[in-house]
């Protein structure tokens, strides 16, 4: 059984910083990958991982701020310079797929395999 389980939101200070976890277990994939919806939108994603060679990208709005890596069975999204439009329920997805399919232009129809959120509220 596929379990994806994500920890570590909360709140924060703008300029603060945030790790989220997400335990991934029942299958090895990968493409392993962060989402987030932020208030009033669709869910979109933030960074994703390559497990094949370990390469990683990320969104354009959270470049130089957000760091995606992970351990053998953790997946983590480091989280600094936070913004208040960084808040949102972030979700980490999982899914089996080609090294060109593994990107941030892949959507959220694309994954199989979701957590089920946690959330992240930063303040001004």
């Known amino acids: 059984q596929v379990q994806l389980v994500e920890s570590g939101g909360g709140s924060a200070q703008a300029g603060g910083s945030l790790r989220l976890s997400c335990a991934i277990s029942g299958y090895s994939f990968n493409c392993i990958s962060w989402f987030r919806q932020q208030p009033g939108k669709g869910r979109g994603p933030v960074a994703i991982?390559?497990?094949?060679?370990?390469s990683t990208d990320v969104a354009d709005s959270v470049k130089g701020r957000f760091i995606i890596s992970r351990n053998q069975y953790t997946l983590y999204l480091q989280m600094n310079n936070l913004k208040p439009e960084d808040t949102a329920m972030y979700y980490c997805?999982?899914?089996?797929?080609?090294?060109?399919?593994?990107?941030?232009?892949?959507?959220?129809?694309?994954?199989?395999?979701w957590g089920q959120g946690t959330q992240v509220t930063v303040s001004s």
């Open positions: 991982l390559r497990t094949g060679d370990w």
């Open positions: 997805a999982a899914k089996s797929s080609t090294w060109d399919q593994c990107s941030t232009n892949s959507g959220e129809d694309d994954y199989k395999y």
